[in-house]
């Protein structure tokens, strides 16, 4: 898959997956999925290091996970995050963190919200660094939010989105993710750009999927209500646990 497949494939109406990615040992069984592609979300902080948001990540952390995820998966096109306030200490730091990230294996980076950065992400696009844009929900907006709350509930947000995903289109982004909003304003939304759109608790009218890979696998403590869970990781894994225990006290 490349940038440009994310295009055919929305004119093709079929459906992009992608799922999350930190790790070597994830990233080579995803490498041998159906699943098209990885994001490697700055979601680690959280789901890997134990923090309560996605604030505490760094470029280090971003880089040293992207190279991880690429050595287990040679073939999968890779999305890293730029991690937060990363495009917004200028451009030579944009340009920086985000040329580490494809030099460490990402074929583009996604970046939250547009309006206030539309210089940085025009730029970053035309020096060669395709940029998936993410609206809605967006995690690093914590603190402003109130939490990790779903938007686009009145008029005037959903028509600022709306807004925000036709500017992201203006600034060359190859795609937009839509994080938990209305349905109807992902399909919406959808239907009024030619970018892919790639939704995560936005029902199923976006041009594409994406999960948080702990969450889908039921590894996860609490994962969001919208996920659903393919599979009891948690508790498949305990009872290994359980069985080895089990084996190492009988002896
Ligand atoms: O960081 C992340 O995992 C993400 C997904 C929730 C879309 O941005």
Redesign the pocket.
Known sequence: MTTLDFSIRKKEHHPISMV?CYDSTFARLVNESDVDCI?I???LAMVIHGENT?IPATIDMMEMHTKAVRKGAPDKFIVA?MPFLATRKGLSYAVECAGRLLCAGANAV?IERISTQKETISYLVESGIPVMA?LGLT?QFYNTLGGHKRQGKTDTEAERIKKEAQLAVECGCFSV?L?CIPPEIAADITNSIDAATIG?GCGDGTDGQ?L?LHDMLGLTECAPKFVTKYMEGAALVKDALNQYAAKVAAH
Do not use: A, Q
């Open positions: 999350t994001l979300g700055d979601s996605t995050d996604k993410h995690p993710l994080e995560i994406v948080v």
